[in-house]
């Protein structure tokens, strides 16, 4: 029996997502984010990474309710359980090998992934859930919208709001917006936002985010990818829709060659867009305790 391939099968799932909205209105994150992060039922923990990707596609597909999930054995152990006919959606944890190099006095660990299955809570029976039911996207009036606010100006990051463009400036690390009255809806300038503070987050003296040597002619694109990806998550933790510009959704064959040629390549980009939302929500929270 050949040995699947974990890389391989998460990546074309990810291929495919991106695949069917290209060429139509479709914007292949916009209809992802409206139930916000998924999450753990039992532990409540948020998934991250590439298996936030996975879930809300899963979600999407399906159109369950909520981004609430549990295993197999986490269901049984709250007294519920699976239907027989429900399919669970494969995501991937890394777990370390310890492997021990000929001359060398310590242990190599190597990066070892490994499948798991999560069911939606939709699939799942003889367990009373509660009024559970994520809230939708917050409607696009235009008004501040006060969290989505608070984060994208903590850390005190210097963002100019000016002129018809929207760029992250490496050389003085600021990030310039349009006038937020260009924007048809106050859902577009957040998402925006939030894509230039994930580039942001990637300075030397922050996250120190490079992909010149692996990706090549491909790494500004690549770090779009991070940025589209950080934007996203940022939206479903505030409640709002991730909408791609036009600018932006012109990377996407950019993206798809380069998922087409690097199997890992996706797992990247979800990690490190999942390291940017981290750092800025961690900025915004001690804001938020010095304030206190």
Known sequence: MAKRDLYQEVTDSIIKLMEDGKGTSLDWKKDLTNRGLPKNFKTQQRY???????LWNAARENG?????????NQAKEIGGHVRKDAKGVMCVFFKHIEKQVEGEDSPE?????????LFNIDQIDGIDF?????????????ENIELAEAILFADAAKITEQGERAFYRHATDEIYMPER?????????????????????????RLQREFGKRFGDAAYAFEELVAELG?????????????????????IDSWLNVLKRDKRAIFTAAN????AHRFILDGYAKQQELAA
């Open 272 to 275: 490190k867009a999942s390291e």
């Open 109 to 117: 660990f190597i990066p070892m992934i490994s499948p798991f299955w």
């Open 181 to 205: 009255g260009r924007f048809e809806k106050a859902s577009q300038f957040y998402a925006v936002g939030f894509h230039e503070k994930t580039h942001w987050t990637g300075a030397k003296h």
């Open 231 to 251: 934007a996203a998550f940022l939206c479903a933790e505030v409640g709002i829709v991730a909408h791609t510009m036009s600018d932006h959704a012109g990377y």
């Open 130 to 142: 509660g009024d559970v039911a994520e809230p939708q996207a917050t409607a696009d009036e235009w």
């Open 64 to 72: 369950y309710r909520t981004n609430y999930w549990l295993t197999f």
């Open 48 to 54: 991250n990474g590439v298996n936030v990707l996975l």
